[in-house]
């Protein structure tokens, strides 16, 4: 198997960005990355690219702005699996190269949520059930019921939902979601690519925001944001080859999925039970792990980057994806395990909580984590050492994960 | 690098207005094509679909499907794009030595939303888009003309590329627009849509679906008596627009080069037994053919009018009757390699003798921006 | 930066939107018409998975784990349990908007009630559904608590017909 390395990372400048428009904020972040990895755009190729194009209302906007991030001529590829849209890119970059087809490979993923004309950019979110909900008004829906269902999907979607799921399940309380929300937006305060920041915030300061629906408040609530996130692959040769001196080893990597909760096609009923199961996650983490030959992930793995638009998933996937015990992982954080100094760090730059561009998101938590493990993360680099670190993005109809394993050796060494 | 193989498809009948659902449409293709390969759900290790979030309506298209395409905690991802491309991403899972067997399924009920009103929302939205006449079609017909002029083709040659490309379809059970008598005259007196493109010189969006099963070399021999082999891949991707030499298919040209290369074909008019190119207007099979280096520059229609492209030809294209016989848009490039693993099998009905060697095309894109090769071969 | 070399504060700004009113999506024939169909007699229907013994709630066409399609309908019990809930905070004017219009405006939701969500299993089944749950003060609901679903006083085989879930016993806390 071919051993793959990230040479280099790019993130443009997250937020609301009214003066770039889409194919300015990609380029922003490919040609950070190219700088980066200190090698030409020549030297590229293939590429992986991705986004959810409901959100920024380009129908494959890649191909409109292929010159701008020097993809003419070259092989390029797309996904677009929601959520996970950013995970799913850099899976596709890293497949690429392990593939042997290609020895360098760019992999960039975006969103560009101020291009629709409503706040928080609904118009892609409502498009996920539009089609089920018109079915649903043919087959007899009230305007009540509409309204009702309306009530939890403008808080936060499935997601609130979830977060009760999860609470009902592990026995934690929202004092302990006002804490992780806090860390979040703490640490985004150290990070200069970061939305929401709040130096100093305290669990208070989120338990004064209003209450959106128990048990989600405002201060839950990820922002919409705009960005780019961008990493470029090698193979074991082609590092040696362009004399990249600082790289990340991808050691392995999984993505499966679970059924979609909540409904299926046209309101058909699932088989999910407890949308805060997350088979696919715990899965995908066994299968990453083993592929990287990780036995004691809690004990191997130094740090991760987990993607939690809302506090709840970070304390519900840590324990997914092994690092605590089924139901325990608030108490870890009352301890403080996962703040940036902590034993075990999570999310150290602010997580998808405190910026959430959809496409860019899963990307940008394999920036972070190789960011870290290169050492290059600036004011927000743990102190700790850390040699393996895992990327992890969630999404579709809290079905969807996956899960990158990367460290300071490849896997083997 | 690993060798993979195609060992099972499926193909769902190409119609308007299909009585089935997305759902039901994927959950067929992708139990059809693992019977033909003789596996259960349990032997996949993942699933790759191909779907775009326009053309279905809903953001995050796959996200209902995971059940119906067998992908249910199965290593997954989506392709947004022809369903050649997933076929690709699942070939390079196992190339990569990761997995074994793969899924790639692909879906597109154009009755659901009329794929060229999409193609508007392709346009880059600063200027083009604001300009009401541009869309799939006026472009292709951009395009055609650039290509006219450039070769000496006229609108005679494109609507012989018509008659047939209908004609072969007229045996193919799963075509949707099949014509056996048809015409050059028919062709050039149909509805014109944009001069020089009439009806039946674009490809009519249909509702369909495809899967096919890809294998490593071990898996193959495992499950499959005859399997076919992928041995070259190219893709290009080429650059917007007004970037591009609109009357050339530069990507094309480079993704064949670069799967030539891989497959060691050298002379492709005399190595490749059979081509299936994906032709969504007529002119691009001229421009395809080009592009492929079956004739030199400019030389496209000599090829039509020596009769070199029919199935007893020298060269043939599109026996199956190629897009213009019928394009689900995400699902069109995924048959075109089916039928080239059908010709290889020698399964097909408008069968090409002695066929060992197969060359797919799928393209993507406002005017084919987007295109990817597959060489397929009965040995490695 | 490689590209951008002037720096403007705001991009120019063209508008155009995504036709969504133009899609006809397909939903299976005959599974969910008769789900909604039983509603007028207060029954619920639900798809059963002969391979794995799955009752699905909505019916479903398709179970995900066997592969298999479910052809079998299944009667389940009308009485379940609470997996999870939200409540919503008192409504007032302005906070519920949906597709431009003002839920609490227009009538659709009560000023000053408030809505508790609960994801609810029927006994029998392998689904869980989000739906009102009725009849009770929000301190009093429990995760786990029994619930009954409540009709409509008329029904008439639609999808309004199942208002929502409420205690099947009388609660008692302190």
């Given at each position: ?37 200190n ?99 043919k ?14 999907g ?6 609130a939902y ?100 909540d ?8 088989a ?23 036995k004691?992930?809690?004990k ?36 403080g ?10 999310c ?49 109809q ?16 | ?24 449409a ?38 209902m ?30 190339m ?11 879906h ?48 005679e ?20 627009r ?6 050059v005259?028919?062709v ?15 490809a ?5 679906a ?19 082999w ?10 917007y ?7 050339r298919?530069?990507s ?43 004739c ?24 199956s ?60 | ?65 066997c ?24 409504l ?20 000053g ?25 929000p ?10 679903a ?25």
């Amino acid at each position: 198997m071919r051993r793959v390395a990230i040479i280099g990372c790019g993130q443009s400048k997250h937020g609301r960005r009214t003066d770039v428009n889409q194919a300015e904020l990609v380029a922003e972040a490919v040609w950070a990355a190219i700088e980066d990895a200190n090698i030409g755009p020549e030297d590229i190729e293939a590429y992986a690219v991705g986004n959810m194009q409901g959100f920024g209302g380009i129908c494959q906007p890649d191909l409109v702005f292929a010159d701008y991030i020097a993809a003419g001529g070259k092989a390029m590829q797309r996904v677009a699996t929601g959520g996970t849209v950013g995970g799913s890119t850099a899976h596709l970059g890293y497949y690429e190269v392990a593939s042997g087809m290609y020895d360098v490979v760019l992999a960039v993923s975006w969103e560009k949520h101020t291009d629709s004309a409503e706040p928080g950019a609904t118009t892609g979110l409502l498009h996920v059930a539009f089609a089920n909900l018109s079915y649903m008004m043919k087959i007899g829906m009230d305007m009540r019921s509409f309204a009702i269902m309306g009530l939890a999907g403008a808080a936060a979607g499935i997601s609130a939902y979830q977060a009760a799921f999860y609470m009902a399940r592990s026995g934690c309380r929202i004092e302990h979601f006002d804490m992780v929300a806090a860390k979040a937006r703490r640490n985004a305060a150290k990070n200069k690519y970061a939305h929401l920041k709040w130096p100093n915030c305290t669990p208070e300061d989120i338990a004064k925001t209003e209450m959106l629906i128990w048990p989600m408040r405002f201060g839950h609530v990820c922002p919409a944001s705009d960005g780019a996130s961008c990493v470029i692959y090698a193979n074991e040769d082609a590092v040696r080859r362009l004399g990249v001196k600082e790289v990340a080893w991808v050691k392995g990597v999984a993505a499966y999925a679970d059924e979609e909760a909540d409904q299926g096609e046209s309101y058909q009923g699932t088989a999910v039970v407890d949308y805060s199961d997350q088979t696919g996650a715990i899965l995908s983490a066994k299968k990453a792990y083993e592929r990287a030959g990780i036995k004691d992930p809690r004990k191997e793995i130094d740090m991760a980057e987990i993607y939690a638009p809302f506090p709840h998933q970070e304390l519900m996937f840590s324990e997914r994806l092994g690092f605590f015990d089924d139901g325990t992982a608030w108490k870890a954080v009352e301890e403080g395990v996962t703040e940036i100094d902590g034993d075990f760090p999570i999310c150290p730059s602010g997580g998808v909580n405190t910026t959430n561009a959809i496409g860019s998101s899963g990307m940008q938590r394999v920036v972070e984590a190789a960011l870290q493990i290169m050492g290059k993360a600036e004011d927000h680099q743990v102190p700790k050492d850390v040699r393996n670190a895992v990327a992890h993005a969630w999404g579709g109809q809290v079905q969807f994960n996956t899960v990158m394993v990367l460290g300071d050796r490849p896997k083997g060494w | 690098m690993k060798r993979v193989a195609i060992i099972g498809y499926a193909v769902s009948r190409l119609e308007w207005d299909a009585e089935k659902t997305r759902e039901e449409a994927v959950f067929e293709v992708a139990r059809e094509a693992m019977r033909s390969a003789g596996i259960e759900r349990e032997d996949l290790g993942t699933a790759i679909s191909a779907s775009t979030d326009f053309l279905d309506g809903r953001t995050i298209s796959n996200c209902m499907l995971i059940g119906a395409s067998g992908a249910y905690l199965k290593d997954e991802s989506k392709a947004e794009e022809d369903g050649m491309y997933a076929a690709l991403y699942a070939a390079q899972r196992i190339m990569s030595g990761v997995h074994d067997v793969a899924l790639a399924v692909s879906h597109t009920h154009s009755w659901i939303f009329n794929p060229h009103q999409v193609t508007q929302y392709m346009l880059e939205p600063w200027f083009d888009r604001q300009n009401e006449l541009l869309n799939e079609i006026t472009l292709a017909a951009l395009q055609a003309r650039l290509y006219m002029s450039r070769s000496g083709a006229d609108e005679e040659h494109l609507a012989e590329v018509c008659v047939k490309n209908l004609r072969n379809a007229a045996k193919n059970p799963a075509a949707f627009r099949k014509m056996a008598d048809v015409t050059v005259e028919e062709v050039l007196e149909s509805r014109l849509y944009s001069s020089p493109l009439t009806e039946l010189m674009i490809a009519p969006p249909c509702d369909g679906a495809a899967a096919v099963i890809l294998a490593s070399e071990e898996a193959a021999k495992e499950f499959c008596d005859d399997p076919v082999w992928i041995r070259g891949i190219g893709n290009a991707c080429d650059r917007y627009l007004r970037d591009r030499d609109l009357g050339r298919l530069d990507s094309l040209r480079i993704a064949a080069e670069r799967a030539y290369r891989m497959a060691g074909i050298e002379e492709p008019f005399r190595q490749i037994d059979v081509a299936e190119v994906t032709e969504r207007f007529a002119h691009q099979e001229f421009m395809a053919y080009e592009a492929l280096g079956f004739c030199r520059e400019g030389m496209g229609k000599v090829l039509i009018e020596e009769g070199m492209t029919e199935v007893y030809g020298e060269i043939p294209v599109n026996p199956s009757g190629g897009a213009l016989s019928g394009d689900p848009v995400c699902a069109t490039g995924m048959i075109r390699l089916i039928e080239a693993v059908r010709q290889i099998r020698g399964e097909t009905e408008n069968q090409v003798e002695e066929c060992r060697t197969a060359l797919a095309h799928a393209q993507w894109g406002l005017c084919a921006q987007k295109n990817l090769v597959f060489i397929l071969g009965d040995r490695l | 930066m490689g590209l951008i070399k002037e720096k403007f504060d705001k991009t120019m700004q063209v508008e155009g939107e995504w036709n969504i009113g133009a899609y006809r999506w397909k939903a299976p024939e005959g599974y969910l018409d008769e789900y909604v169909r039983n509603f007028k007699e207060r029954k619920i229907i639900g798809t059963l998975c002969t391979s794995c013994g799955r009752a699905y709630v909505p019916p479903r066409e398709i179970c995900a784990r066997c592969f298999t399609e479910t052809t079998e309908k299944v009667e389940v019990s009308q009485y379940g349990e609470v997996l999870a809930f939200l409540v919503s905070p008192p409504l007032e004017k302005g906070k519920v908007v949906i597709a431009g219009i003002d839920a609490v405006q227009a009538g659709f939701l009560k000023e000053g009630e408030r809505i508790i969500l609960a994801m609810v299993r029927f006994e029998g089944t392998a689904s869980s559904m989000v739906l009102p749950l009725i009849n009770i003060e929000p301190e009093k609901v429990r995760v786990g608590m029994k619930v009954k679903a409540v009709w409509a006083e008329e029904c008439q085989g639609k999808l309004a017909d199942l208002v929502g879930v409420e205690p099947a016993f009388e609660v008692k806390y302190e």
